[in-house]
Structures are given as C-alpha cells and as structure tokens.
T-cell receptor, first 115, second 107 residues
C-alpha cells in the first residue's frame, strides 16, 4: 500500500520565519509534487520534481523553494513566511508518464498558519 | 477559457438517487483523465481512471467525450458516504486538477 507522509499535520509560524515542510514516499516514485489548496481556488501546483536533485516550477512558485536530495524525500521551504502563505499544503508522488503521472498519491496534508 | 472546469456545486441529492456531473477541458492534446474524491479535511484520493471506451466500477461510471472535450462521472444509488468533493484531472505531460464539485447526499 502506497504511503506518503508529511512531517506535520498542523503548524503555526510567525511572519518572517523560515519554514520546512517535509514529505516522504515509500513507493520508489520518480515524481513528487507540492500543492497548496485554498477554498475556491482548488489545488495549485507550487513545485514538482521528476528525479533526485531535479525541480521544476509549478504555477505559483513565488516565495517557495524545494529540495530533493533523496528519491523518497521532497522538502518545501518557505524562506520568509508571510500571512498569505497560510494554507493547506499537500504533497503527492507518482510514477512518470501521462497516465501514471495522473495517478498521484497524496499525503495527509499540513495545515500551515502564519501569524 | 480555464484549462479544466467543473461546476463547484454543491449538488444536494437525496439518498438512492442518481447524480452526474461533467468536467470540461481545454487542451485537446490531453491523453489521460481521472476522477479523484476528496473528503472534508482529507487528501484527494484516486476514484477511477477514465478510459476512451468508458468504464464502470460498481455504482460509478466514467465517460470521456473527446469531440466535446468533457468527462463525466455518474453515481447510481447514491449513499450518504458518497458525500465528498469530486475532482477531475486531465493531462498530457502536465496534469491539471479541476477545482472540484461538492456533492451532498441527503438522508
């Protein structure tokens, strides 16, 4: 059974803090994704990675960076958290390809609040 | 035109009824299509893939209409546990999620 885990379910940070969100998958998936989900806006892709040390910007990369040093781990970094980054953050993984890439397995999400 | 569009709902449907919703996509090169289900405060989970010939999984039927560029999801004999948000997904090299359709099954 595929498992994607995220380091925290709930996180509260202050404006200006550096925030690390970690995601680990156990299915040897090449692709990993970071999304944020906000009411009325749906899932928005922040960054994705299709291989170790590879990363690609998604639709809303501003204010975020990522790191993928190992295949199973994909980290999202908020260099200086701001209140507009308060959101639900979802990590996902998949195999590559148009069909397999659409079969994404999501972690439980991290609800981040920036005060 | 948005890449993937869904009626946000909510659809309020009595238990036992049949409900259907569509999702339109703008990229005619899209090759793969899926429906995901997301329960309140939970992560999205794959419900079913959508094949060109259409496919059925129990009470759920998914269909693809390439000419009109939409996919559909039909739920028969709806259960209270079907209450959720249903996300459609379309893509080729890039996978795009719709914003979801909320479904409430009423007792």
């Amino acid at each position: 059974d595929v498992k994607v885990t995220q380091s925290s379910r709930y996180l509260v940070k202050r404006t200006g803090e550096k925030v690390f969100l970690e995601c680990v998958q156990d299915m040897d998936h090449e692709n990993m994704f970071w999304y944020r989900q906000d009411p009325g806006l749906g899932l928005r892709l922040i960054y994705f990675s299709y291989d170790v040390k590879m990363k690609e910007k998604g639709d809303i990369p501003e204010g975020y960076s990522v790191s993928r040093e190992k295949k199973e781990r994909f980290s999202l970094i908020l260099e200086s958290a701001s209140t507009n980054q308060t959101s639900m953050y979802l990590c996902a993984s998949s195999f590559p390809g148009p069909t397999e890439g659409g079969t994404q397995y999501f972690g439980p999400g991290t609800r981040l609040t920036v005060l | 035109r948005k890449e993937v569009e869904q009626d946000p709902g909510p659809f309020n449907v009595p238990e036992g009824a049949t409900v259907a919703f569509n999702c339109t996509y703008s990229n005619s090169a899209s090759q793969s299509f899926f429906w995901y289900r997301q329960d309140c405060r939970k992560e999205p989970k794959l419900l079913m893939s959508v094949y060109s010939s259409g496919n059925e999984d129990g009470r759920f039927t998914a269909q693809l209409n390439r000419a009109s560029q939409y996919i559909s999801l039909l739920i028969r004999d709806s259960k209270l546990s079907d209450s959720a948000t249903y996300l459609c997904v379309c893509g080729d090299d890039k996978i795009i999620f719709g914003k979801g359709t909320r479904l409430h099954i009423l007792p």
